[in-house]
């Protein structure tokens, strides 16, 4: 078992940034896929980055590319998405995923992960 830990999440106005952390517990995330997803109020949970903790091989979705960046220290057991560039569409609950052991998938879907974090609220106001 991993259990993942959001923390980060917060109100900001548009423009600016913020930066997630997922930590995990109870297992060595490397040599894994961890992915973000969000889910924002009547919208299906989507797909927002994703690494392989193995190699660093990311994937970020259309609407975040050039904004948003994954990043993990192996030695902390921890994932980030640094997000620059906050706009009102980015309001969402953010969850960190687990796919211990495996490489990513080309595109991050909700059901390739097996753990997932608790969620942390991202507002963005215009």
């Known amino acids: 078992q991993v259990q993942l830990v959001e923390s980060g999440g917060g109100s900001v106005q548009a423009g600016e940034s913020l930066r997630l952390s997922c930590a995990a517990f109870?297992?060595?995330?490397?040599?894994?896929?961890m992915g973000w997803f969000r889910q924002a109020p009547g919208k299906e949970r989507e797909g927002v980055a994703s690494i392989y903790t193995g190699a660093s091989s990311t994937y970020y979705a259309d609407s975040v590319k050039g904004r948003f960046t994954i990043s993990r220290d192996n030695a902390k057991n921890t994932v980030y998405l640094q997000m620059n560039s906050l706009t009102p569409e980015d309001t969402a609950l953010y969850y960190c995923?687990?796919?211990?052991?495996?490489?990513?998938?080309?595109?991050?879907?909700?059901?390739?992960?097996?753990?997932w974090g608790q969620g942390t609220q991202v507002t963005v106001s215009s």
């Open positions: 995923a687990a796919e211990m052991w495996r490489t990513c998938p080309t595109v991050p879907a909700p059901h390739k992960f097996d753990y």
């Open positions: 109870g297992r060595d995330i490397t040599w894994s896929c």
